[in-house]
């Protein structure tokens, strides 16, 4: 029996995010995309998203705080983190992809929701040019949350 599902999509203004969100939303679950306020594509994507009749949620900044309230509110049972960078300083990729993945777990230990689904996407491999995803990757695996299922 089909469960429609609370998905939140984080890297949801990049290719596959944007696609992720589609498909979900075109199967019938309740896709909540996270744009962040800076992004240069903020009101294009806010109003593809809203014509598609998916509720997109505009946010300052992800951290521990804002996801577990999501999480929260939203009743959010998946979480899709497909943020990434394929440029910028080392620091930049660094904070893109080890450090907004750390504040999302920690959000995920915060809200203490059980058996919430998190899935982790990286398309950095096939850049060959991040080292900083698979240090996010080992955070994730060494994060020891019991009700993580990865």
Known sequence: M??????????STGFIGRNIVEILHEKNHVVH????????RREELYNHYVKKGVEPLIIKDIDEKVISKIILEKNIDVIVNSIGLLRGSRERLYEAH????RRILRGIIYSES??????????????????E???AEEKIHCSHIDNLKT
Do not use: Q
């Open 2 to 11: 089909f469960k429609s599902r609370n998905v939140l999509v984080l890297g």
């Open 133 to 135: 995803k698979p240090l």
């Open 98 to 101: 080890v450090e907004t993945s």
């Open 114 to 131: 059980k058996d919430l689904l998190y899935i982790h996407i990286s398309s950095t491999a096939a850049s060959d040019i991040s080292r």
């Open 33 to 40: 995309p996270v744009i962040r306020r800076e992004s240069v």
